[in-house]
């Protein structure tokens, strides 16, 4: 573990991982945005999970052991230091990993779903689309392709 951490040591001083990440995450979202505009938005969601990966890479495995750890006895919490340093080492860490998190959920992948549409969820969505307006008649809130989204029943 040691030798990893020297190893990895020259990766956590880039410029792109001061000031908690921003750089990166700033990096990565023009890169969604960019790859969006130039209609490869697949790419931009490969930089965007890499940038979120390098985040969660460095941060979650301390807070695995520290929960490894506490799994294992009260007594083992103590080497990790008083309760006011393990408290302010988790919540940075934690400062970290939400960004990372919710970038991962921001460039997750669409799928188109098809959604059948049996007679008794038919008529609950009539039921909720067409109901009395101002007038006292019905208004309809239907997609219409002039694009108006809101026409009057009869």
Do not use: N
């Not at 294992?72 to 080492?89: D, T, V």
């Not at 997750?108 to 008794?120: F, M, S, W």
């Amino acid at each position: 573990m040691r030798r990893s951490q020297e190893l990895l040591s020259p990766l956590w001083d880039l410029p792109l991982l001061w000031f908690g990440y921003a750089p990166l995450t700033a990096l990565a979202c023009g890169g969604v945005l960019l790859s969006v505009r130039a209609g490869r938005p697949r790419l931009g969601r490969v930089l965007a999970r890499s940038a979120a990966t390098v985040v969660i890479v460095r941060h979650l495995p301390s807070q695995l052991l520290l929960m490894l750890d506490l799994s294992a006895g009260p007594g083992c919490a103590e080497s990790w230091g008083p309760p006011e340093i393990l408290g302010q080492s988790v919540m940075m860490d934690l400062y970290h990993l939400v960004p990372a998190l919710l970038v991962l959920l921001a460039v997750r992948g669409r799928k188109a779903v098809q959604e059948d549409v049996d007679a008794p969820d038919g008529a609950v969505q009539l039921l909720i689309m067409v109901f009395p307006g101002e007038e006292r008649r019905p208004v309809i809130y239907r997609d219409h392709p002039s694009g108006k989204s809101r026409g009057t029943g009869p």
